[in-house]
């Protein structure tokens, strides 16, 4: 492959090879030293996999350009390699790189069902469930729509569903994704370039030039001869890193829950309650990641707060739903949204396969072999379960607060008082004179406010006996 690479105007392979290490399997090391910032590796252009690529092929991109509707971005990448994957002969170049592809792969489709439950109850178990599926599905449509139409250039035997999902994990865990100057995106398989390992401690080191359209990595910080080469994949939780790339990161600060909001259109004033989800940038179906950082974002309860709206305060908004307001409603309905909240996600935890205390136990015992898949899926477990015991603990205190009167009005996610407009907690505050509901640390912030406050501000004020003319 580097032979191929080099002829075809790749530059830095001379100070780069191919490794094995203990830690993290296939890499890259370096053969001498580099500074950070540095441009260690070029790939040109007419290397890289991309869906034009594919369609510019002149055996593949006829029958991708008679399929309809056409792939998708990564049907079409996992077709482009399992196609080259299968000649007998021809696309020299691109099948060295196709044979320094993993064999196989460990990311969570792959899990036998005993591993998998390891972490039943996570958004991780869900999803990959609910992949399998999907998987199973697309490769029916491909079978009906390419592969059995052109059999000449798929054959069944090389095109079987576990092909397909080789090929579609070789794409998940390898492809890059870049943001173009005229707003469109590429994603893209670097040769060589997608055998650099994953590491949080390196600075964002890959880059895509739009004129040339060769793929760059630059040293993510100092490297000295013998080293191992990173790239930093960016703050990925590890339900994530399982399902794409087959590894976690134990302890991982970027551990995340996905917790999907759904309402059943049948519910009362579901129509109602739809344009103001709309209003405040949500959905009737909304996923909202829960973090370590951030357990309780304010979208779950603007979510929340809409659904539990009763016909009364429906009634009081909708004149003003352009504007409507993610702030505190009413004491009673943030009272019934934390209570909900709380039971809720008590009944996820309850959902766990194996508890959290009993799973850091198994853990520390070696109960699971070090690295192995149920290792991986424990880790996934642990995570998502901390995350939403930080939710449930901020959800009851927020309850707390609302019940003991001593709420701040602004949702309640910060203890001290602050601007809620600038969030600055550091100057003495006003409030607001119609509502007393929110505080501004000065008039201009009030203003600049106004059109996200109008809404609940007038609502509140009504309530108080206050009149605008």
């Known amino acids: 492959m580097e032979n191929w690479l080099k002829q075809s105007g790749a530059s830095g392979l001379n100070g780069l090879e191919l490794a094995d290490f203990s830690d993290t399997g296939r890499g890259v090391r370096t053969l001498r030293r580099f500074e950070e910032g540095e441009k260690i590796l070029t790939i040109p252009h007419g290397v890289l996999w991309t869906v ?29 390699i399992l196609f080259v994957r299968s000649c007998g002969s021809g ?8 044979a320094a592809l993993p064999a196989s792969y460990t990311s969570s489709i792959f899990f036998a069902e005993a591993e998998l439950e390891v972490c039943a109850g996570t958004s991780l178990y869900t999803t990959t469930k609910q ?40 794409v ?5 994704d870049f943001q173009l100057p005229d707003g469109d995106s590429i994603r893209l398989l670097a040769p060589f370039a997608d055998m650099l390992n994953h590491s949080s401690e390196v600075k964002q080191c890959h ?33 994530r890193l399982l399902r794409l790339y087959g590894f976690i990161v134990p302890g991982n600060p970027n551990d995340s829950y996905d917790l999907v909001l759904m309402t059943n259109p049948m519910a009362p004033f579901f129509e109602q309650k739809h344009k103001l989800w709309l209003s405040a940038g949500l959905d009737s179906t909304s996923t909202i990641s829960l ?48 209570q909900f909240l ?65 709420g701040n009005g602004r949702g309640l996610l910060s203890a001290p008082a602050q601007c809620a407009n ?17 505080m501004y640390c000065g008039r201009a912030c009030q203003v600049a406010h106004y059109k996200e406050h109008k809404a609940m501000c007038l609502a509140t004020g009504s309530k108080n006996g206050f009149n605008r003319n």
Not at 53 to 80: K, M, Q
Not at 91 to 98: A, I, Q
Not at 156 to 161: A, E, G, L, R, S
């Open 52 to 80: 034009k690529h594919a369609y510019a092929d002149p055996l593949l991109g006829p029958a991708l350009r008679s399929t309809r509707p056409p792939l998708s971005v990564d049907d079409t990448l996992a077709t482009y």
């Open 91 to 98: 696309y020299d170049g691109l099948r060295s790189h196709v």
């Open 131 to 170: 992949l399998d599926r999907q998987i199973k599905d697309d490769y029916r449509g491909l079978v009906a729509r390419l592969f059995g139409r052109h059999q000449e250039l798929f054959p069944p035997d090389k095109f079987t569903i576990e092909d397909y999902k080789w090929a579609l994990c070789t």
């Open 172 to 176: 998940w865990s390898r492809a890059m």
């Open 207 to 239: 880059a895509y030039n739009a004129l040339s359209r060769n793929l760059s990595i630059l040293a993510g910080k100092n490297y000295e001869s013998g080293d191992q080469v990173f790239i930093n994949y960016g703050p990925i939780p590890n339900n």
């Open 291 to 338: 973090t370590l950082t951030d357990p309780l974002p304010r979208s779950v309860l603007r979510y929340l707060r809409i659904q539990r709206l009763h016909e009364s305060d429906l009634a009081i908004i909708a004149p003003h739903q352009s504007d409507v307001a993610v702030e505190k409603i009413s004491d009673s309905n943030e009272v019934e949204v934390l």
């Open 342 to 406: 709380v039971e809720s996600i008590s009944t996820l935890l309850d959902g766990f396969g194996t508890q959290l205390e009993k799973l850091e136990e198994q853990l520390a015992e070696g109960f699971y072999s070090p690295e192995g898949n149920a290792w991986s899926a424990a880790h996934v477990s642990l995570g998502e379960q901390r995350v939403l015991r930080l939710t449930r603990k901020t959800a009851e205190d927020l309850l707390a607060a609302v019940e003991s009167g001593s």
């Open 422 to 438: 600038c969030e600055n907690a550091s100057v003495q505050l006003m409030q607001c004179g119609r509502c007393n509901k929110v």
